[in-house]
């Protein structure tokens, strides 16, 4: 279950609450009965790997030609 970040508005106080998703925001503090509002935090997000680039979701088809170019280009001077 998520948790997620209310501040009481009289005290200014933050804290975190445990709640499912498809439960309805605090209105009041639990404890005190105050007024409250939920905060929305930022998500952290890491990107891993060697990198998200436009040639990383292409098909093979450029490095057969890379790869059939460097081979042709070996043949030729082995011919000569």
């Not at 105050?34 to 490095?63: E, L, M, T, W």
């Amino acid at each position: 279950m998520p948790v997620y970040v209310y501040r009481n508005l009289v005290t200014n106080e933050t804290f975190e609450y445990q709640q499912s998703m498809t439960d309805d925001p605090l209105t009041a503090d639990p404890r005190t009965g105050d007024p409250v509002k939920r905060i929305i935090q930022p998500v952290g997000i890491a990107f891993r790997g060697s990198g998200f680039y436009v040639n990383d979701s292409r098909d093979g088809s450029s490095k057969s030609k890379d790869s059939g170019s460097s081979s042709s280009g070996s043949s030729s001077s082995a011919n000569d």
